[in-house]
């Protein structure tokens, strides 16, 4: 019985959970406030345009175990990017659910660097879902993502998900349209803030704020919140040679708690991201 109550549970309301499974740890503990940021292998999800700001080869795991204290709604995410001179090639495959209920993904991506200042991305995703006696149905569909320097500290960015308005199976809309829009500033070198408005087109927009602090050179520590739904979250980032350990958790107003955890390869041995986008770019110098 509760297993039925589940799968009824996520097919009424399958956009809102769509909308809790963000792929990297980092970017759950700001809350997901990382569209102008998107320095890391988990933009190919988030907006792939800032792919194309890294000189370096990353490949990238996260899990969410247990969303809401559910088994049921674990999430797992993969993603691997590739650059290749002012472009960048990337690829992604996302599992969400259990075996009565599964949804899977995969999606392959392409970035550009227009003179270091400008960038645009986007993923092409083929998406099934299977539901246990139901069958299964697929469908593709589209992202894109802008990532723009107004100045050598403050960033803007945009990221459409789905603008192609792909469905499964007859309904409208069984994957939801998101726009997202929202800028990023440095207030210090280590230090920046990040506002975001998010609107799927059939809910109410969300406005985030989200903060990563690198506070000694291999510890980081991130927070932000959310007011649709209200959530708060925070995290913490631990960096070894070419490793980079997340994790984070947020809390919902009603449905309480939820752990995630991801790792982060990149084969550059990159000790500050952000300083090695600041070298790449040009921008300015670490000071």
Known sequence: MRIKIIIAAIIAINNFLFSQTIAGAKQNAMANATVALSNDVFAHFNNPAGLAQMNWREIGVYYSPAPFGFTELANAFLAYNEPLGPAS??????????KLYRENNISAGAAYNFSNKFFVGFTLNFRSLSIKNYGRTTAFYLNIGTLTYITPKLRWGFFGFNINRASLGKEKDQIPVILTTGFSYDV????????????????????????????????????GFSNEPAKFSAGVGIYYSYFNFNYAFYTHQVLGLTHQIGLIINFGNIHSRKAQIRSHLGIYNNK
């Open 89 to 98: 090639l990337s690829f992604g495959a996302k599992t969400y659910g259990f």
């Open 188 to 223: 210090l070198n280590n230090l920046d803030v990040n506002i975001v408005l998010e609107k799927d087109i059939h809910f109410n927009p969300s406005l985030k704020f989200g903060i990563d602090y690198l506070l000694i050179e291999n510890l980081s520590l991130q927070a």
